[in-house]
C-alpha cells in the first residue's frame, strides 16, 4: 500500500471492513467524490483532508450501525451509561469536522458571465 496514490481505498476494499460492512464503502466513495468534485483542483493538503473527513464519515457510519444493533445506552453499577460506541461518536464527528473545516466551507460567489451571454438566455418561467 505505500507506493500506492490513493492507500485507504485499498486499506478499505482489502482489510478494513468485514464482509458485512461492505457497504460502508461505497458510501465513503460517494462522499469522498462529493468534496472532491467542490474543489477544482485540490491539493495534495486537499486530498489528504477528503481523506481524513472520508475516513472519519466510515467510522462515523459503523458507530451508527453498532449503536442500531446494540442500542444507545446500557445498564451500569452507576446507572445508565453511553454504549461504548456511542461515547466514542463526538470524537469521530469532531475529526469529519476538522477536516471539512481544512477545505473551507466558506461561501463561494456565482460566476455570472457576460452580458452577451445573460442577453442571450431565455427568461425564467
Not at 453498532?66 to 446500557?74: L, S, V
Not at 446507572?79 to 470524537?91: H, N, S, V
Request: aromatic fraction near 8%; glycine fraction near 6%; charged fraction near 25%.
Amino acid at each position: 500500500m505505500n507506493a500506492s496514490k490513493h492507500h485507504w481505498r485499498s486499506f478499505f476494499r482489502r482489510l478494513a471492513l468485514r464482509p458485512e460492512d461492505q457497504w460502508v464503502r461505497s458510501e465513503v466513495q460517494r462522499y469522498a467524490a462529493g468534496l472532491l468534485s467542490d474543489k477544482a483542483d485540490p491539493s495534495e493538503a486537499e486530498r489528504h483532508a477528503i481523506e481524513l473527513a472520508s475516513e472519519a464519515k466510515a467510522c462515523r457510519l459503523l458507530i451508527w450501525q453498532a449503536i442500531a444493533a446494540t442500542g444507545f445506552t446500557r445498564r451500569g453499577r452507576d446507572g445508565i451509561m453511553l454504549a461504548p460506541a456511542a461515547a466514542d461518536l463526538p470524537r469521530f464527528i469532531g475529526v469529519e469536522l476538522g477536516a471539512l473545516k481544512l477545505l473551507g466551507l466558506q461561501r463561494r460567489a456565482k460566476t455570472v458571465g457576460t452580458w452577451a451571454e445573460l442577453l442571450s438566455q431565455e427568461p425564467p418561467s
